[in-house]
Nanobody, 115 residues
Framework: QVQLVESGGGLVQPGGSLRLSCLASGSIFAPDVMGWYRQAPGKQRELVAT???????NYADYVKGRFTISRDNAKRTVYLQMNDVKPEDTAVYYCNSVILGRLYWGQGTQVTVSS
């Protein structure tokens, strides 16, 4: 049973930094794609960033230049480094992973940007 567990969320001031982590357990196969999505209250879930097994990355325009996605295949972990955060980055951040064609989601971690 594949499980994704996010960590690292919390309260951060505008302009600050935060690093999210997501551990994918329960599979002997490295995920083909890992990604971060977010959902703010009253809004649809939206893409933040994705990274494929070869290392190519994709970012939503609203986080380009501020957020960095990376992965450690040996640790089955994907990271999201969030810099220069803004109040509009406040949301529940979800990790997802595609392993052998199946999509898995984590339970989410809350990120609140406020002074």
């Amino acid at each position: 049973q594949v499980q994704l567990v996010e960590s690292g969320g919390g309260l951060v001031q505008p302009g600050g930094s935060l690093r999210l982590s997501c551990l994918a357990s329960g599979s002997i196969f490295a995920p083909d794609v890992m990604g971060w999505y977010r959902q703010a209250p009253g809004k649809q879930r939206e893409l933040v960033a994705t990274i494929i097994n070869g290392g190519n990355t994709n970012y939503a325009d609203y986080v380009k230049g501020r957020f960095t996605i990376s992965r450690d295949n040996a640790k089955r972990t994907v990271y999201l480094q969030m810099n220069d955060v803004k109040p509009e980055d406040t949301a529940v951040y979800y990790c997802n992973s595609v392993i052998l064609g199946r999509l898995y989601w984590g339970q989410g971690t809350q990120v609140t940007v406020s002074s």
